[in-house]
């Protein structure tokens, strides 16, 4: 009988998160703002770097606190566009500018 195991999916891009990518555990609340022991969710490492790079610990606490409210912002949803293309294994420097800090 085949392995039937799957990958998990990163639930911002909705690509597989094969073994052998980098990957990194997101807390919905930044620990620094009460979130030390709420929920987290398993991202490929490209793209929660895209989240921090894109939101302030404030930002994410106060108004992305879901992965719906992530995929909505305008910078994130025009990163998802263009990392969906690529394959799950991809990986890259965080495109775009830092925002201001």
Not at 19 to 35: A, I, N, R, Y
């Amino acid at each position: 009988m085949p392995d039937q195991t799957t990958d998990p999916t990163c639930p911002l891009c909705n690509r597989p998160i094969p073994p052998d990518v980098p990957q990194s555990l997101h807390h919905l609340v930044p620990k620094l703002k009460g979130g030390k022991g709420g929920p987290t969710v398993l991202l490929h490492h490209i793209c929660h770097k895209e989240i921090h790079a894109t939101l302030s610990e404030a930002e994410l606490a106060r108004d992305y606190s879901t992965i719906a409210a992530l995929q909505q912002h305008p910078r994130l949803a025009k990163f998802i566009a263009w990392i969906r293309k690529r394959p799950p294994a991809f990986t890259s420097r965080v495109p775009g500018n830092r925002r201001k800090r």
